[in-house]
């Protein structure tokens, strides 16, 4: 019987906390609603919890231009008049789909250090599977924004897993096409991608069969143009055979999966049919090839049931079932009237892609992929440098300032301080014996203060008001997170859960 796969999840707690603004489809608030669903229905205690370090400069910047990155650090609502040029040549300010708001950098920067920390921990085989629910801003480009995306933590990912993959996949379930990951590789043979999207008069127009790479990269870009009302037989039926197909003859190192909900039933922009299970059916089937996967978010517009979607998807990766009725979180009141898990499709919304549709675009990819000449092979070279390790305390504030590609600080986080252990940001933590300690066989086994219902911010809605009513607000939460950590815990009360920095 094949091991269990190992699977690290990196959440940071204030990405969360961003406002795109008012009626913008965008609500990373939904983040904190999925991962109080992990929380609540136990799923944090059977993987390995990481805080990861905020993304700096001089790792964006291994895709994205200097410049591009340069207005993303020093743009904010209140001097917008001093960037009207480069807001009209970035794609970004009012009268675009990409909005500049208070934290725009540092929202950047959490999401994608969490994707680099993920690549990373495959890279050096500390985890088979790792996932980051804020990552998969897949419509991003080398220097615009685009389709709320501003930073391309799946390009920057890839590029790091790279490093050590000769071949790596990316497949994209969201209902839009992943244009900016396509363009990125589209005209070179060590990145396949394979997306599954909307087709025809829809964001952002591309995606067709015929596009499917240029120069070396020609016949690796795997397009599946869709239409309305996609439902879970008709999708399976088309996504199994053609990643088979793939597996078979491109034979990757890493594959990276992102998981757009906004494929799901029910979603605000989405216009697709698809439940939980169909959605997770995808992920269930990636999972099959036991190839190290970096596993990622993307777009979903109705949050109640983007968390819903992570959530499950999370218990398929860890292949643990879960109920369908939802346990008590503090965001509970938003899967009201049923408080129940899983979605009903649409009986109303029409399939109207038609069998004999379906079969052309399947019998097309495959005919596209018989047309390769096996895996592409690549010249053997020594592994070049990881940007994620250091052994000097810092932030990233002040390598960003040095832009020092190539040299980012990692802050940790937990009990014990870097002055305390300098070497932990090099080792792995994880708890190879039950006895609460490292490989090494020094340290102790350090809980992650920000991811377990501690009085941190991300876990408590506190009111705006003054410091004796937010203090009692603690309290009263304080009260409630007892009572609720109580009734969760199991015999020995402990949880496997740890601060570290992300590169261990």
């Given at each position: 019987m094949p091991s269990k796969q190992r699977v690290s999840y990196f959440y940071q707690p204030d990405v969360g906390h961003f406002y795109y603004g008012p009626s913008h489809p965008m609500k990373p608030h939904r983040l904190k609603l999925t991962h109080h669903l992990i929380l609540s229905y136990n799923l944090y205690r059977h993987m390995e919890c990481y805080r990861p370090h905020p993304a700096s400069v001089g790792e964006m910047t291994s895709f994205h231009t200097d410049e591009y990155v340069q207005f993303l650090h020093k743009i904010h609502p209140d001097n917008l008049r001093h960037y009207q040029a480069g807001m009209a040549k970035f794609n970004v300010g009012e009268y675009t789909d990409c909005p500049v708001f208070d934290g725009l950098y540092e929202f950047t920067s959490l999401y994608t250090g969490a994707s680099l920390d993920g690549a990373v921990q495959l890279n050096n085989g500390d985890t088979d599977i790792a996932v980051n629910w804020s990552g998969g801003l897949h419509h991003a480009k080398k220097s615009e924004a685009s389709g709320f995306c501003y930073i391309n933590d799946i390009v920057l990912a890839i590029l790091e897993l790279l490093r050590v993959h000769a071949r790596v996949l990316y497949i994209d379930i969201d209902v839009h096409h992943g244009d900016g990951v396509e363009e990125a590789f589209y005209c070179t043979d060590r990145v396949m991608t394979f997306s599954l999207h909307k087709y025809g008069d829809f964001f952002p127009g591309t995606g067709h069969s015929r596009d499917v790479g240029a120069r070396e990269g020609s016949g690796f870009s795997v397009n599946a143009p869709l239409t309305t009302g996609m439902t879970d037989e008709s999708y399976i039926a088309l996504f199994t055979p053609v990643l088979e197909k793939i597996m078979g003859v491109y034979q990757p190192g890493a594959i990276v999966l992102q998981c757009g909900a906004d494929s799901l039933a029910g979603d605000r922009l989405g216009c697709f049919n698809l439940s939980l299970k169909g959605h997770a059916a995808c992920v269930k089937t990636v999972k099959s090839y036991r190839v190290p996967t970096l596993v990622l978010g993307g777009g979903g517009y109705t949050i109640r049931n983007v968390a819903r979607c992570w959530a499950y998807e999370t218990s398929i990766l860890l292949d643990r079932e879960i109920e369908n009725q939802i346990p008590y979180n503090d965001y509970y009141e938003y899967y009201a009237p049923d408080y129940e898990l899983h979605l009903q499709p649409e009986i109303a919304r029409e399939n109207l892609n038609t069998e004999g549709s379906l079969t052309a675009v399947r019998d097309d990819l495959l005919r596209q992929l018989n047309d390769l000449k096996g895996a592409p092979s690549v010249q053997m070279m020594e592994v070049p440098p990881s940007f994620v390790i250091s052994k000097h305390s810092g932030s990233s504030s002040n390598s960003d300032r040095n832009l020092i590609e190539g040299d980012n600080t990692h802050g940790s986080t937990g009990n014990a301080s870097q002055d305390e252990h300098p070497d932990d940001m090099e080792i792995d933590i994880r708890d190879t014996s039950a006895n609460g300690k490292?490989?090494?066989?020094?340290?102790?086994?350090?809980?992650?203060?920000?991811?377990?219902?501690?009085?941190?911010?991300?876990?408590?809605?506190?009111?705006?008001?003054?410091?004796?009513?937010?203090?009692?607000?603690?309290?009263?939460?304080?009260?409630?997170?007892?009572?609720?950590?109580?009734?969760?815990?199991?015999?020995?009360?402990?949880s496997n859960t740890k601060a570290s920095g992300s590169n261990t």
């Open positions: 490292t490989k090494r066989g020094d340290g102790e086994r350090r809980q992650h203060d920000g991811e377990l219902y501690d009085d941190d911010d991300d876990n408590t809605d506190l009111p705006r008001a003054g410091k004796k009513d937010k203090e009692k607000a603690i309290e009263k939460n304080k009260e409630k997170v007892k009572e609720r950590r109580y009734l969760m815990s199991d015999d020995t009360g402990e």
